[in-house]
């Protein structure tokens, strides 16, 4: 499975987008984004952002929300915990197979 942490990164705005980088460091000259057009942030990107409209529009057929974007849909989420489920109750299995047989004569 992914990682989530880059979009855990993106999510809670600690990442090393202009925006926290130079609001919260003062790192850089700006935070404005390459197109000059806003501060370089996930939601300018993944929302607004005019260089990546057309990208967008084939990713992302209708409109969607930036937290959409950044966790998937609500249908997406409780897929992912199912997953999670499976995968744990998996290595509960190994560890009965793998205790049993460690302590089993
Ligand atoms: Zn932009």
Known sequence: MASTQPLLKLWSGHNRLKAHMYNTYKIGHTDLYSCREAAETAEHI??????????????????TELQAKLWGTLEEQSSYREQEEEEKEK???????????????
């Open 46 to 63: 993944l929302q607004d952002c005019q260089n990546y409209r057309t990208l967008r529009q084939a990713i992302f057929s209708s409109p």
């Open 91 to 105: 290595s509960n299995v190994k560890v009965k197979i793998v205790t049993s047989i460690c302590f089993t004569s």
